[in-house]
Nanobody, 115 residues
């Protein structure tokens, strides 16, 4: 079965960095586009970044362009989200998602940006 497991979240000061990982199994990872979403308290879940199956195409929400970088390692079945210059508004639970006939989500990892 499809499984996604996020890791790498935590508490960081404004201006700091974190690298999130999404370990995938149960499907052909190298053939699937992957996405990162986030959900802040009281807000709807929003798309943060997406990456094509080969990694050749990436997309970003305007709010994270220039600060976040999505990448993937198809040999390790893992997607990443490098987050730099973090702001308090980036505080949220971060999820990875894949569409394999239907959407599958991981359990999420909490990112808190606070001094």
């Amino acid at each position: 079965q499809v499984q996604l497991a996020e890791s790498g979240g935590g508490l960081v000061q404004p201006g700091g960095s974190l690298r999130l990982s999404c370990a995938a199994s149960g499907f052909t990872f190298s053939s699937a586009a992957m996405s990162w979403y986030r959900q802040a308290p009281g807000k709807e879940r929003e798309l943060v970044a997406g990456i094509s199956s080969t990694g050749g195409i990436t997309t970003y929400a305007d709010s994270v362009k220039g600060r976040f970088t999505i990448s993937r390692d198809n040999a390790k079945n893992t997607a990443y989200l490098q987050m730099n210059s973090l702001k308090p508004d980036d505080t949220a639970v971060y999820y990875c998602k894949v569409n394999n006939r239907r959407d599958y989500w991981g359990q999420g990892t909490q990112v808190t940006v606070s001094s």
